[in-house]
């Protein structure tokens, strides 16, 4: 895992020190909440229904034992005793004072982590594949290039006012769970017939109000040029991205009103200025300084299959269930890829208490190489298990209630925080998330039914991703009362695309219902092995149409 | 800021942040800003509404609380409760957590 | 802009030897700026001036247009220009910031770059980062503070057109 040097310490120190001089200011009333709020967004601080909201920055997702330990101290000490795990792989607290912030921030800096960039628009928090270094067929560790582009993006004077929010997503893997597709930069590591690495890009994906899979702007950047190619595109969208509107305002909007083609030419004819200074040609020498602190972990020389492992699956049923759903295969003969479900039948998705924190912290320590990561379907993996430890670490799981065996099932729902706790929403989405979780309860259902994602929004900023959910729920408002629309078809991966809505909204009541008038409809008309979303694709949308509004 | 008060609303109350700590609070008949919706003034028609709202901004209001904006409210019997659910959620705790916010509080005093 | 400001150059309050000329008036025999609109329209005739001539960039259409001026339309008469001044409409609009890129980095423009408008105190730093060397700011603004926020960030992670490299560079010297 990275490491901060001096630079970084000092930098994000200084920022500390910074926030700490704005909210006294604040406070003493030398600064207006106008001048103040985009300084605490920049910090990554809402103002929510209840209270403040802090969001902490998960660079692509990974986390240290002692940095998630310090997620379970800071929920303890700041905030009510839990986190909450974001689909941009990042940790929200509900509850801090903002008198307190400064406090919690310098905290965090000692484990290196910060909530610079969180908010407002400016390129937020790089993500990437949750199995990055762990699984079979990787081009390139996608984290080196993610921390590279971190630190270029950290305080990047050109581009921290924007016209909206810029998110960028890596993946080094042909399979995308990154869904890298569906933000304003994509970046795939690719490997050319010369065997060079280099990076195909995406430009102008998005959810929202209006979501775009995003165009491919390049086939194939090389190494040392990405960082010109990337300022490039930042520089067209900053000087040519619309500001009257700010529905308007992100680059899929810009992408869309161009023209693919015209857009390929502004950004190539900004690159090839800036390129030829060589101003952003990263050094090897650090390139490599960077790429050795992701080197991989010394793993054992391990034979492909575990006795003990076998024996234990045979011994223990709920453990095999275990193992078959959220087990995954890694890319070195005798371990495995753990994930942990956070969507307990009935809990709330993407929750976790101190407690929970810890325990999770404790076994990366022990057994995972001190590795912990974050996906955006908000989740977490321990990304290196020895096949003999599996049962282990299955019962300290268990033992905290993170062993449910729901990996892409139905009720392995992504949920915004909805109006429970968010000052945008339109609807709840927790307590659907949990209704449906509880209506599909029967874990021999949910494999009978296969891999299914539903993904729920509690407003159009679609932060639950309900348009790429094999089946979407979107609340909406109308006069004070909660609705809800369905969805289906999308999709967040390699083939990538948005759902197609049903038709009328469904109420609180009948939501749920409806939901299940949706499987069922599958599972009458599937063919062997044939999932959801191919289901989906084979008939369209008509069938499921007729059973949901049928009188 | 959206609207929280429908155009027909004819009761009103004022609601805000803490900027300590971000607590949901109300505006009182006292001038004061409460933790509790039953402490919130209640105002009867739009003319009261606005002087409320106009209550609600002394010079210094920004010392104490951002964003105070006026909420619809339906008369309960002899209590008022308020309209929408998000100003119910506000007035109660996520509805996910019963042992958190202010629902969690009055469970705790009685 | 005929809004009261102060300017702060190169670190230090001074005087504005500088006036903004609107598009009609006559032009002053001294150091004046004026709109984008009267430079193309009036080029010619503003080459065979004495005095010193700055423009202002607006950064947004003014409701006019979508996205206000082109940074690459004073390419042609960078020669005649001894001050760039970049109007931010409001502190959300950083659109100038790429301009102000754009002009040190690309047209090699030396002479004084200041911004005008609304500018928020953590953006000076920023802005400086981008090539800005002069500032209009409000008057209650004190040099302190000024100097004080210019120096909240000790170091900065990658180049632009000041000259401080870059963390990802600077390890390796």
Request: net charge negative; charged share 25%; hydrophobic share 40%.
């Amino acid at each position: 895992m990275y490491r901060y040097d001096e630079f970084d310490h000092q930098l994000v120190g200084d920022r500390v020190k910074q926030f700490r001089g704005q909210v006294e200011r604040r406070v003493s009333g030398e600064l207006t909440e106008d001048a103040f709020k985009p300084l605490r967004l920049m910090n990554g601080v809402y103002l929510q229904l209840h209270a403040y909201m802090l969001r902490v920055a998960i660079p692509y997702g990974t986390l240290s034992s002692k940095q998630l330990r310090m997620q379970a101290h800071i929920a303890r000490k700041y905030d009510r005793g839990y986190g909450h795990f974001t689909t941009r792989q990042n940790i929200q607290f509900n509850w801090p004072a903002l008198d307190k912030i400064p406090d919690l921030l310098e905290e965090l800096a000692t484990v290196e982590m910060h909530a610079i960039q969180t908010s407002g628009n400016c390129i937020r928090n790089v993500t990437s594949d949750q199995y990055a270094a762990a699984i079979d067929g990787e081009v390139e560790d996608p984290r080196i290039i993610s921390e590279i582009i971190r630190q270029w993006s950290t305080f990047h004077p050109e581009f921290t006012y924007l016209p909206r929010k810029f998110k960028i997503a890596v993946t080094g893997h042909d399979n995308d769970r990154a869904a890298i597709k569906l933000h304003d930069i994509g970046i795939v590591i690719k490997q050319n017939e010369l065997g060079d690495v280099g990076y195909e890009i995406h430009v102008g994906g998005g959810q929202g109000r209006t979501p775009f899979i995003a165009k491919k702007m390049a086939d194939f950047v090389p190494k040392a040029q990405l960082l010109a190619y990337l300022e490039a595109v930042m520089r067209v969208y900053n000087m040519l991205g619309r500001r009257d509107n700010s529905y308007k305002a992100r680059i899929k909007i810009m992408v869309h009103e161009t023209g693919e083609v015209e857009m390929r030419r502004l950004i190539e004819a900004e690159f090839a200025k800036i390129d030829a200074s060589q101003m952003l040609a990263v050094p090897q020498a650090e390139i490599d300084r960077i790429s050795a602190y992701f080197a991989s972990p010394e793993f054992e020389t391990l034979p492909a299959t575990s006795p003990a492992l076998d024996a234990a699956k045979t011994q223990d049923a709920d453990f095999a269930r275990w193992v078959r759903a959220n087990v995954v295969a890694h890319k070195q003969d005798g371990y495995a890829i753990v994930n942990i479900s956070l969507k307990p039948i009935g809990g709330v998705p993407g929750d976790a208490t101190d407690v929970q924190m810890e325990a999770v912290a404790d076994l990366a320590e022990r057994y995972s190489f001190d590795e912990i990561r974050v996906t955006h379907e908000q989740n977490l993996v321990l990304p290196h298990i020895r096949l003999d430890d599996l049962k282990t670490v299955y019962d300290a799981l268990n033992a905290h209630e993170l062993a449910t065996a729901n990996l892409g099932l139905i009720s392995d729902t992504i949920a915004c925080p909805g109006l429970d706790y968010c000052n945008l929403a339109n609807a709840r989405s927790i307590p659907l998330a949990q209704e449906i979780s509880e209506r599909f309860a029967d874990l021999d259902r949910q494999y009978d039914i296969g891999e299914l994602k539903i993904k729920i929004s509690g407003c159009i900023n679609a932060c639950g991703h309900h348009h790429v959910g094999h089946i979407g729920i979107l609340g909406v408002d109308k006069k004070g009362t909660e609705f809800y629309q369905i969805s289906l078809g999308g999709s967040a991966d390699e083939n990538a695309s948005i759902g197609t809505i049903t038709g009328r909204a469904f109420t609180e009541e009948t939501i749920v219902d409806a939901i299940e008038t949706v499987v069922t409809t599958y599972t009458d008309m599937r063919q062997t092995d044939e999932r959801f979303i191919d289901t989906f694709r084979r008939v369209g949308l008509d069938p499921f149409k007729e059973r949901l509004y049928a009188e | 800021m959206a609207q929280h008060s429908s155009k027909g609303a004819r009761f009103q109350a004022v609601t805000a942040n803490r900027l300590s700590d971000g607590e949901v609070v109300y505006l009182t008949a006292d001038n004061q800003w409460a933790e509790t919706f039953p402490a919130a003034d209640i105002a009867d028609g739009p003319e009261a509404g606005d002087a409320l709202m106009a209550r609600a901004l002394p010079a210094d209001f920004e010392l104490h609380v951002l964003e105070p904006y006026l909420f619809e409210v339906l008369q309960d019997g002899t209590d008022y409760k308020p309209a929408s659910v998000r100003e119910i959620i506000r007035a109660a705790g996520p509805t996910v957590r019963l042992d958190l916010g202010k629902q969690a509080d009055a469970k705790r005093e009685s | 802009m005929p809004n009261e400001y102060q300017l702060m150059k190169d670190g230090a309050l001074c005087q504005d030897e500088w006036t903004y000329s609107d598009d009609e008036t006559a032009l002053p025999d001294a150091p004046t700026i004026i709109s984008l609109t009267r430079l193309k329209a009036e080029a010619e005739s503003l080459r065979a001036r004495n005095a010193k001539l700055g423009v202002q960039l607006l950064a947004d259409g003014n409701g006019k247009t979508k996205l206000g001026e082109d940074v690459a339309e004073l390419e042609p008469y960078l020669d005649m220009l001894s001050l760039v001044s970049i109007a931010f409409p409001t502190y959300r609009n950083g659109r100038g910031f790429s301009a102000a890129r754009v002009l040190r980095e690309q047209f090699n423009f030396e002479g004084e770059l200041r911004a005008s408008g609304e500018v928020l105190h953590d953006q000076w730093a920023m802005m400086r980062r981008c090539g800005i060397t002069a500032f209009e700011l409000a008057p209650s603004v004190s040099l302190e503070t000024f100097t004080a926020a210019m120096g909240e960030l000790s170091n900065a992670y990658q180049p632009a057109a000041d000259d401080q490299r870059g963390a990802l560079w600077q390890r390796h010297k």
